[in-house]
């Protein structure tokens, strides 16, 4: 990287402090993949199985397997080989999140310093695509938005990292894992720290791909390289969304800095049709990276890659990006009403969606990752809502507990599959019909993970309560006078939807609370079903991976007085609104015509009553309904029916894709594809063209569509008979051609 | 303009009638009679021995291919030698010959040039055993 | 800054420093791979030695590149579109050397001359790209094509490889004649072969309309399109490339195209400059069917190189549109373009190295897979099909080089709506095949008796990461490219007075 200062950044009260080392940022994580990333070349390297029957399929969880080489489905331990550099990776891999984690905090410092600050800090280093009228530099920039950002990255990053240290310390993969996540973390801060739309793209881009490569990093199972495979597709579909949205603010305002689009925006015209869709195809690439419906169907299969991957990228920092885009492009969303609104009604629905398929998952992951989903749903309603710094303040919240979380269920899964591996049993690690009273062996996973829960549940005064209360909050505030209520969607009075949202909110947040707590009593608490000679070797993780547990217990305790509500004044109240305040100051009044978001206080006590009931209510219900005496280990569990077998299989969501979407894709509809849509690129494009000649599944039309190219390439080849006189005959009667070209004028 | 190819023109015209007249005027004036000793291939006389079409060793070809390389790249060294005394002046001769101090190797060292590059080639062809009969 | 006058012998013999250095070393390595017994060994050392004399080449002409002075009009060009073409052609070089060595060890060829005749070729190319004079560009085309008859046909145990060097042969016999032709009807028209004083003498006596020049310009143009195998003067390529060995291949899909190309360009816009309404339809109707036929019969194949023969026939297409619109940023987009086309064309041929078994083709059955076998692998040749589509980001330099070009055609004189159009949608056509690969490659588990694919030999791995590396690299740099290759144009268009419309070209460009 040519990092260097191109450009003066003027007089900024930040470029005389540490802030303009910020290009450091990504560059240590970067470091730290070339250097992990050449150590694993070193190695030598060995593929997987390269024989695809060896695939696991989910149904047969039981086969036990004659070689190490294959684990249990969704089993994240493999082959067992420590890497031989691996104390050297340990060095650097975490070693660059420590030092970026120690630079932003000097820089957050450096910004606290200089007190107020109302424009970005923004470094160009070179113009990077100067093509015509597009003027494209590579340059970061570095205000109150990107700092909160840069600090979730780099500081659970961290401890990810740390956390990993442990969890992949047998891989034979492990120089080739800590480089994929530097990678990532290197994407992830570009992504943050763009200082425009192309930049940020890249960013998206790349924390895609490390995403692809994680999430398929056990490459050899089938299962986990298809799981890789959905992210990548499902997300192009996103990212088509997201050019476009590019496209035309560069068609109308013929710019992509985030400093010019903000001046510019209101230009496009308040509620405007220009403005709103682009609103809305930017928020169709969010919902790809931020997993909401209909594009949220690949983050639960993500959770094929290592638990740490789940907990750092598909949980507390990647699929945040949506959110994080939609507050960076807040001076278009505030313009944007019926915009807006979309994305609360997507969030909400989403929210109550992913919660209610969270409640019947056997998975201990999969559960975790339907609430990610929703989760995220409530981070959409904050930010469609207008309330930037609610739904901030829960991306970070959730970024400590959903992490915790995340990292918890690593720890069990981790002593699950040693008590297995000492046993030699092969059974699912992940299931929670095979876990159980886990609490007497892995005590302080047990008490941390009660705390997250807790903190998802919003049960006071966890971080979770804070934020999600924020959410609710704002959004019911939101229902009378403000922009949003005045807009309408799909021709109901924008009102109505808001109330209705909120009411799906307080919903999700009851299953919430069941779902979180059903997980923990099926996990710790009752019998134990792992089996009587595994129970023996059930242990505690080593501090390398509790440690960062117990910070991310701390923080999803405390983590709620970053923002307490004027209504708690526990302590200093509104800090990260204070701190938000000019990035999104303006365009949260726009959105709530002028008046401040607040409620009275009567309203706002009963609100939270409300809330907190509803949450007791929901982990009551659970300890009350759920018997985990009563299970029985996967394996000897009977099959489930009625709405509890729709539950299981996400309302066959997959299944109705399949057949909706993906069959006649794949079958007829290729020439569609030709105008745009991204998936075709890949795998619709290719199939137009190369169909056979008899294949009849397309209807006439469509089959006519890629029946052009391919019979003006046939009728080409006929000519290419390996007659060397033919060859000469089409070049005489070339030549004629050009000669006539040249004499008819 | 035209005109300076009239004479090509004509002498084409030339070459193509009399080729086709001579052919015309034998056909036109002979009664064919063929005998058994008249349909044998014309051998200076000889008996005819075999079927003339006969595979012939490769090596009869590399070495005709090579003594036509060779012989043709020599036959560059006539208009060389027209040119020679132009070639080895530095500037245009007066009355073909040169101004006295005039003189330069030019002329000697392209020639020289070229037959080194023709002496690798037969270096070549020699060390790779393409003159080696057996 | 050395001036050059090039009627001293001794300028003269400066001016082409670095061509001669390469011919006469080519000469000295020719003699060195005669003296020792043929062996594996030998090979690799005769290889080693020319990629060793390609490099002081280069170091040649970067040094004449960054210190050339003024040169006198003569039969010689010393501009920096001359330099930046042998930049291009002696990368390709090099490329094609390094996996010559790795091909003739997989193949057991021992014959250490292979190397000597790219060398060779490459002179005749370098010339090429010097030549201000139809006669020099003759003597080029012909050193270049020679060379490239005999490596087409090393293999001599494989009968595609006999049969596709025999059709070269011909076929390339056919149109040097035609394209000898050609100068000589230019030589008739004009009195002379010198590039510049063709463009004089056609202003000066108004040979615009005259026949034998119109014919010669056909006839010349005949010839450079068999050369850069464009629709209909491609029949050849198919079969030449699937017949000759892998790295021949992509030297002649690549590099030969480049000095073709540069010496196509350097004629029509030094010769007849001023002829662009004559000329312009013709190349441009051979443009269009060159990217539809290429592109449209790419997607019927299954054998990878043949697969990449039709995908170089329709860059030559892309490429042809850089020409048509006769400008000096069509230029500079020609040679962006060549750089990009030529690095990803290496690439994509080193893993057919890697994955090539005796004589049988590579075909995507091959392929199927080879992400779970052998992922970089795998990466990398998803690096050059995306190159070679444009594709943005992960295409890298591919990208940029469609864009200029598009640019280039769109920003001409007389916008060229009709050629940009026929290029945007042959590219997404073109996406049929260049994804099938990747789709191939990531989508489809491994065939269950495929063997393993072999390890990687040392020059191949030099070449992909090389050739990989600089496409992302320069994708995301591309302005500093842009920049050497923007320089690369002005001294050849400072030649080249502006272009007065004449009626005739008018008509030629609104139909």
């Given at each position: 990287m040519l990092l260097q200062h191109a450009a003066a950044t003027g007089a900024h009260p930040l470029s005389d402090t540490v802030a303009r080392f910020v290009w450091l940022l990504p560059l240590l994580p970067f470091v730290g993949f070339v250097i992990n990333g050449l150590l694993s070349l070193t190695s030598a390297y060995k593929a997987g199985p390269s024989d695809p029957s060896a695939a696991h399929d989910e149904a047969h969880a039981a086969v036990s397997h004659e070689s190490e080489e294959h684990g249990a489905p969704g089993d994240d331990h493999h082959s067992i080989a420590r890497h031989r550099s691996a104390g050297l990776v340990s060095l650097v891999g975490p070693g660059v999140l420590v030092l970026a984690f120690g630079l932003a905090l000097a820089i957050f410092a450096a910004m606290r310093g200089v007190g107020e600050m109302h424009a970005p800090f923004v470094q160009q280093y070179f113009s990077w695509m100067p093509v015509g009228d597009l003027q494209i530099n590579a340059a970061f920039q570095l205000d109150q938005l990107s700092m909160v950002m840069v600090l979730v990255i780099t500081g659970v990053g961290m401890l990810i990292h740390v956390f990993s240290v442990g969890y992949m310390q047998d891989d034979p993969g492990y120089p080739r894992y800590f480089a994929y996540l530097n990678l990532f973390v290197f994407f992830m801060l570009v992504l943050v720290l763009g200082a425009n739309y192309p930049i940020l793209f890249i960013g998206w881009e790349g924390v895609g791909l490390c995403s692809y490569l994680l999430i398929g990093y056990w490459f050899s199972d089938k299962a986990n390289a298809d799981a890789g495979k959905k992210a990548f597709i499902v997300n192009r579909i996103g990212d088509f969304g997201f050019l476009v949205a590019m496209f035309m603010l560069f068609a109308n305002l013929g710019t992509l800095d985030f400093v010019s689009v903000n001046a510019a925006a209101s230009s496009l015209g308040a509620g405007s049709v220009l403005v709103t869709v682009i609103c809305l195809f930017l928020f169709l690439g969010c919902a790809?990276?931020?997993?909401?419906?209909?594009?949220?169907?690949?983050?639960?299969?993500?959770?094929?890659?290592?638990?740490?991957?789940?907990?750092?990228?598909?949980?507390?920092?990647?699929?945040?990006?949506?959110?994080?885009?939609?507050?960076?492009?807040?001076?278009?969303?505030?313009?944007?009403?019926?915009?807006?609104?979309?994305?609360?009604?997507?969030?909400?629905?989403?929210?109550?969606?992913?919660?209610?398929?969270?409640?019947?998952?056997?998975?201990?992951?999969?559960?975790?990752?339907?609430s990610t989903v929703s989760q995220l749903g409530y981070m959409f309603v904050a930010v469609g809502s207008g309330a930037y710094v609610a739904g901030m303040f829960h991306l970070m919240t959730h970024a400590f507990f959903k992490?915790?979380?995340?990292?918890?269920?690593g720890s069990v899964i981790y002593a699950m599959h040693r008590a297995y591996h000492h046993t030699g049993k092969h059974d699912d690690a992940q299931d929670m019909r095979n876990m159980g009273g886990l609490r007497t062996y892995l005590p302080i996973t047990w008490?941390?993970?009660?705390?997250?829960?807790?903190?998802?549940?919003?049960?006071?005064?966890?971080?979770?309560?804070?934020?999600?209360?924020?959410?609710?909050?704002?959004?019911?505030?939101?229902?009378?006078?403000?922009?949003?209520?005045?807009?309408?969607?799909?021709?109901?009075?924008?009102?109505?939807?808001?109330?209705?949202?909120?009411?799906?909110?307080?919903?999700?947040?009851?299953?919430?609370?069941?779902?979180?707590?059903?997980?923990?009593?099926?996990?710790?608490?009752?019998?134990?079903?792992?089996?009587?000679?595994?129970?023996?070797?059930?242990?505690?993780?080593?501090?390398?991976?509790?440690?960062?547990?117990?910070?991310?217990?701390?923080?999803?305790?405390v983590g709620g007085w970053f923002n307490l509500p004027g209504i708690i004044p526990a302590g200093p109240v509104g800090v990260l609104e204070h701190w938000l305040e000019p990035i999104v100051g303006e365009s949260t009044l726009r959105l709530t015509n002028g008046a401040p978001a607040e409620i009275a206080h009567s309203t706002e006590l009963m609100l939270i009553g409300v809330a907190v009931l509803i949450a007791l209510a929901g982990i009551a219900l659970a300890f009350v309904r759920l018997k985990p005496e009563r299970l029985v280990p996967a394996s000897a569990s009977p099959p489930e029916h009625g709405v509890e077998e729709v539950l299981l299989n996400k309302y066959y969501v997959d299944e109705l894709y399949d057949a909706a979407i993906v069959q006649p894709i794949v079958a007829t509809s290729r020439s569609l594809l030709w105008r745009g849509i991204d998936v075709g690129l890949i795998d619709g494009l290719t199939r137009l063209f190369l169909q056979s000649k008899d294949d009849d599944s397309a209807p006439g039309a469509v089959r006519m569509g890629g029946l052009l190219p391919r019979s003006l390439g046939w009728f080409g080849s006929q000519l290419q008979s390996g007659q060397v006189g033919t060859y000469a005959w089409v070049l005489v009667i070339g030549m004629l051609f050009v000669l006539g070209a040249f004499s008819f004028r | 303009m035209e005109r300076t190819y009239l004479p090509i023109l004509l002498l084409v015209g030339f070459v193509v009638t009399n080729a086709v007249a001579i052919i015309l005027i034998s056909h036109l004036t002979l009664r064919p009679r063929p005998t058994a000793e008249k349909q044998t291939p014309y051998e200076s006389g000889m008996p005819v021995l075999g079927d003339a079409r006969e595979r012939f060793s490769v090596k009869f070809y590399m070495v005709a291919v090579l003594f036509i390389i060779f012989d043709i790249e020599t036959v560059f060294m006539i208009p060389w030698g027209a040119h020679f005394r132009q070639l080895s002046c530095g500037t245009d001769l007066v009355a073909g010959v040169c101004p006295t101090g005039q003189l330069s190797l030019f002329g000697l060292w392209e020639m020289l040039v070229f037959i080194a590059i023709l002496l690798v080639g037969f270096i070549y062809v020699w060390k790779k055993g393409a003159l080696q009969w057996d | 800054m050395p001036i050059f006058d090039l009627s001293h012998p001794a300028d003269l013999t400066a001016a082409l420093f670095p061509d001669l250095l390469l011919m006469g070393g080519a000469m000295v390595l020719l003699l060195w791979a005669v003296w020792r017994r043929e062996s594996a060994a030998h090979q690799r050392t005769i290889g080693l030695a020319s990629i060793w004399l390609c490099v002081a080449t280069l170091g040649a002409v970067l040094y004449m590149l960054f210190h050339q002075g003024h040169v006198t009009d003569g039969p010689i060009a010393a501009d920096s579109f001359r330099f930046m073409v042998d930049v291009i052609v002696l990368l390709?070089?090099?490329?094609?050397?390094?996996?010559?060595?790795?091909?003739?060890?997989?193949?057991?060829?021992?014959?250490?001359?292979?190397?000597?005749?790219?060398?060779?070729?490459?002179?005749?190319?370098?010339?090429?790209?010097?030549?201000?004079?139809?006669?020099?560009?003759?003597?080029?085309?012909?050193?270049?094509?020679?060379?490239?008859?005999?490596?087409?046909?090393?293999?001599?145990?494989?009968?595609?490889?006999?049969?596709?060097?025999?059709?070269?042969?011909?076929?390339?016999?056919?149109?040097?004649?035609?394209?000898?032709?050609?100068?000589?009807?230019?030589?008739?028209?004009?009195?002379?072969?010198?590039?510049?004083?063709?463009?004089?003498?056609?202003?000066?006596?108004?040979?615009?309309?005259?026949?034998?020049?119109?014919?010669?310009?056909?006839?010349?143009?005949?010839?450079?399109?068999?050369?850069?195998?464009?629709?209909?003067?491609?029949?050849?390529?198919?079969?030449?490339?699937?017949?000759?060995?892998?790295?021949?291949?992509?030297?002649?899909?690549?590099?030969?195209?480049?000095?073709?190309?540069?010496?196509?360009?350097?004629?029509?816009?030094?010769?007849?400059?001023?002829?662009?309404?004559?000329?312009?339809?013709?190349?441009?109707?051979?443009?269009?069917?060159?990217?539809?036929?290429?592109?449209?019969?790419?997607?019927?194949?299954?054998?990878?190189?043949?697969?990449?023969?039709?995908?170089?026939?329709?860059?030559?297409?892309?490429?042809?549109?850089?020409?048509?619109?006769?400008?000096?940023?069509?230029?500079?987009?020609?040679?962006?373009?060549?750089?990009?086309?030529?690095?990803?064309?290496?690439?994509?041929?080193?893993?057919?190295?890697?994955?090539?078994?005796?004589?049988?083709?590579?075909?995507?059955?091959?392929?199927?897979?080879?992400?779970?076998?052998?992922?970089?692998?795998?990466?990398?040749?998803?690096?050059?099909?995306?190159?070679?589509?444009?594709?943005?980001?992960?295409?890298?330099?591919?990208?940029?080089a469609k864009w200029y070009v598009l640019k280039a055609a769109l920003q001409a004189e007389e916008p060229q709506i009709a050629l940009a159009v026929t290029l945007v949608l042959t590219t997404v056509v073109s996406a049929g095949y260049y994804l099938y690969v990747i789709m191939v490659m990531f989508m489809r588990p491994r065939p269950a008796n495929s063997e393993a694919v072999t390890p990687t030999p040392g020059w191949t791995r030099f070449v992909m990461v090389a050739t990989a590396a600089a496409i992302l690299i320069l994708g995301i740099f591309p302005d500093q490219t842009v920049r050497y290759v923007v320089r690369g144009t002005p001294r050849l268009g400072a030649y080249v007075p502006p272009v007065k419309t004449a009626p005739a070209r008018q008509a030629a460009l609104t139909h």
């Open positions: 790809g990276k931020s997993a909401q419906i209909p594009l949220y169907v690949w983050l639960p299969d993500a959770m094929a890659g290592p638990t740490p991957v789940s907990a750092l990228i598909h949980a507390a920092t990647m699929v945040t990006a949506g959110v994080y885009l939609i507050a960076r492009s807040n001076a278009l969303f505030s313009l944007a009403p019926s915009a807006s609104l979309t994305v609360v009604v997507v969030g909400s629905v989403t929210a109550i969606f992913a919660a209610s398929i969270g409640l019947k998952q056997w998975d201990i992951k999969k559960v975790l990752a339907y992490a915790l979380l995340f990292l918890g269920s008490a941390l993970m009660w705390a997250a829960t807790l903190a998802i549940a919003g049960v006071p005064p966890f971080a979770g309560f804070f934020s999600k209360d924020e959410i609710l909050g704002s959004l019911f505030a939101r229902h009378e006078g403000s922009a949003l209520a005045q807009a309408h969607f799909l021709g109901i009075p924008g009102n109505i939807v808001i109330l209705s949202c909120y009411v799906l909110g307080l919903a999700t947040a009851f299953m919430t609370a069941v779902y979180m707590t059903r997980m923990m009593l099926y996990t710790f608490h009752g019998p134990n079903r792992t089996g009587d000679r595994e129970r023996e070797h059930l242990a505690e993780a080593p501090w390398v991976m509790t440690g960062p547990l117990v910070a991310l217990g701390i923080l999803s305790v | - | 390709g070089t090099i490329a094609a050397l390094a996996l010559g060595i790795d091909d003739n060890d997989r193949m057991g060829t021992t014959t250490a001359e292979t190397h000597v005749l790219m060398l060779l070729a490459s002179s005749g190319m370098m010339l090429m790209a010097a030549a201000r004079d139809l006669m020099i560009v003759f003597l080029g085309i012909e050193l270049m094509s020679v060379s490239i008859y005999a490596l087409a046909g090393l293999n001599r145990r494989s009968v595609r490889g006999a049969e596709g060097a025999l059709k070269y042969f011909l076929l390339g016999a056919f149109s040097t004649a035609i394209l000898l032709y050609g100068i000589a009807l230019v030589y008739g028209a004009t009195g002379t072969t010198g590039l510049y004083e063709i463009h004089q003498r056609v202003v000066e006596l108004q040979l615009g309309s005259s026949p034998l020049l119109l014919i010669g310009m056909a006839l010349l143009l005949v010839g450079f399109g068999f050369k850069v195998s464009s629709v209909p003067f491609h029949m050849w390529a198919p079969d030449v490339y699937d017949g000759s060995p892998n790295p021949v291949t992509a030297y002649m899909a690549a590099t030969v195209k480049t000095a073709a190309f540069a010496a196509f360009l350097r004629v029509w816009l030094e010769a007849f400059n001023a002829e662009i309404g004559t000329w312009h339809r013709a190349v441009a109707m051979l443009a269009i069917a060159t990217m539809v036929v290429g592109n449209t019969i790419g997607l019927l194949q299954r054998n990878v190189k043949r697969m990449l023969a039709y995908s170089s026939i329709a860059h030559a297409g892309f490429l042809l549109v850089a020409v048509a619109a006769g400008s000096m940023q069509g230029a500079s987009a020609m040679l962006f373009y060549l750089l990009a086309y030529t690095l990803a064309t290496f690439g994509a041929f080193a893993v057919i190295v890697v994955l090539s078994r005796g004589d049988a083709p590579v075909t995507t059955e091959d392929l199927s897979g080879l992400w779970t076998e052998r992922p970089w692998l795998a990466v990398a040749m998803a690096v050059y099909m995306l190159a070679l589509l444009g594709f943005p980001v992960f295409g890298g330099i591919g990208f940029f």
